[in-house]
């Protein structure tokens, strides 16, 4: 199993930043892409941005330009930079990975339990 440990949340006032991280542990032979999503109250989760291994990101057009994804590949750590914070960015926002545990295994999908952002005008 590969356990997904966030950080970095709380509360900040519109336009300050915050940064949050993520570690993988457990039995991980590989991981393939890491990102965060997010989850506003009465809202579907929905992807923030992701990595490839090779450090490649992509972004949801909302955070564009203000967020930025970084990954530390061999200590199995994700970062999200987030500047110019906004009300509408206030969420509980999850890491995720995409891993595979053995050579022969097939690549799951793993969730941490999340970290709340607050945002206050």
């Known amino acids: 199993q590969v356990q997904l440990v966030e950080s970095g949340g709380g509360l900040v006032q519109a336009g300050g930043s915050l940064r949050l991280s993520c570690v993988a542990s457990?039995?991980?032979?590989?991981?393939?892409?890491m990102g965060w999503y997010r989850q506003a109250p009465g809202k579907q989760r929905e992807l923030v941005a992701a990595i490839t291994s090779g450090e490649s990101g992509n972004y949801a057009d909302s955070v564009k330009g203000r967020f930025t994804i970084s990954r530390d590949n061999a200590k199995n750590t994700v970062h999200l930079q987030m500047n110019s914070l906004q009300p509408e960015d206030t969420a509980v926002y999850y890491c995720n990975a995409n891993a595979r545990t053995t050579l022969t295994s097939w690549a799951m999908n793993y969730w941490g339990k999340g970290t709340l952002v607050t945002v206050f005008s």
């Open positions: 457990g039995s991980i032979f590989s991981i393939n892409a």
